[in-house]
């Protein structure tokens, strides 16, 4: 196995030794994460641009790129006013929270990011500093920390009392990409599940199997918009004040369903499919049936006062018995019922 020094092109100090294995590209891959840099070119010591993995010798010291041309270390005048290395320590004053840290934590997790090329040279951002010579930034200390920790030790740990949103925010800000993807997973799965999700025919199929008997069925208030219940079984379910109405036009279909004795008081049912379903008892007061096509629908008994049916197909339906008394929109002499 052949060992190496790599030092960042230029420089003569704070060089790593590291494991040549595999192709050159391997070799640039362990040479950026070490460095720090976007690792791109490999030079001799004589300045010779390395093409080939063969060409390297055990024990040898190489100068490594980010594709600029090759630097003689030599004619590095290291001062105090000399850009620092990579593992040079730091200060960031985050707004008035001071935290220090390496040069090297800030720029090799997420190469990418704003925080690399804030801090991989000295003033690449022109990075104001405070009186003590800390960096100057203006966002929040409490989200910044966990960040801080993650580029430390690759964990995402949030005290008790911080929002994960907030540190999400400064996760997207700063560009911190894989961090900002688990706060997100996070955030969603600490969310309570939705209560009312649109259920599809399928999954309202599914939970009326599970139910025994129907008239246990009560999905009281839930969101059905554009739901597919072609011939459902919920004989006796309570489905009052559910809303089907879907604001992106699609409209919810239940042609053929047996809905004898239902209680649908108070939903939203506008542009409804109910075709030839049976409603027979069922409780329909106050629900919006403006545009429902109820054309061949056994209403029988079924109690429809206070109903919005402006525009409703009632052709060819049973409404014996059924209670029209205050319904807020006289039927249409051309909608003939039976």
């Not at 929270?97 to 991989?120: D, G, I, Q």
């Not at 961090?179 to 955030?187: D, N, S």
Request: include cysteine; charged fraction near 25%; hydrophobic fraction near 35%.
């Amino acid at each position: 196995m052949r060992r190496v020094t790599l030092f960042v092109n230029g420089t003569c100090t704070n060089g790593k030794v590291v494991a040549v294995y595999g192709s050159l590209e391997d070799l640039l891959c362990v040479a950026g994460s070490k460095l720090g840099i976007r690792a791109s070119n490999v030079y001799n010591g004589n300045g010779g641009l390395i093409d080939d993995i063969a060409l390297i010798r055990d024990d040898d010291v190489l100068y490594v790129s980010e594709g600029d041309s090759f630097e003689d270390p030599q004619d590095d005048p290291r001062g105090p006013d000399k850009d620092q290395t990579h593992t040079d320590w730091l200060t960031l004053n985050v707004g008035g929270r001071c935290f220090t840290t390496t040069r090297s934590t800030l720029v090799s997790k997420e190469p990418e990011s704003m925080l690399a090329h804030m801090f991989r040279e000295k003033d690449v951002w022109a990075n104001k500093r405070d009186r003590q010579g800390a960096y100057l930034i203006d966002r929040s200390p409490d989200y910044f920390e966990p960040i801080l920790n993650y580029l430390r030790h690759g964990q995402l740990i949030i005290n008790e009392g911080i929002n994960p949103l907030g540190v999400l925010e400064e996760a997207r800000f700063f560009g911190i990409e894989q961090l900002a993807e688990q706060l997100e997973a996070l955030i969603k799965s600490s969310q309570p599940p939705d209560d009312h999700s649109p259920l599809t025919r399928k999954e309202f199929i599914r939970f009326l199997l599970a139910t025994t008997t129907k008239s246990e069925l009560r999905c009281q208030g839930a969101n059905l918009q554009g739901v597919k219940m072609l011939c459902t079984n919920a004989e006796g379910a309570s489905l009052r004040g559910c809303n089907f109405e879907d604001p992106a036009g699609v409209k919810a279909n239940l042609e053929g369903a047996n809905l004898k004795g239902v209680d649908m008081e108070g939903s939203q049912m506008t542009g409804i499919n109910l075709r030839v379903a049976t409603l027979k008892n069922a409780k329909l007061k106050n629900c919006n049936l403006r545009g429902a096509t109820l054309a061949g629908t056994d209403l029988e008994n079924c109690d429809l006062s206070g109903c919005d049916l402006q525009e409703a197909n009632l052709r060819g339906s049973n409404v014996k018995g059924a209670i029209f008394e205050e319904m807020l929109t006289p039927l249409h002499m051309s909608q003939s019922v039976r």
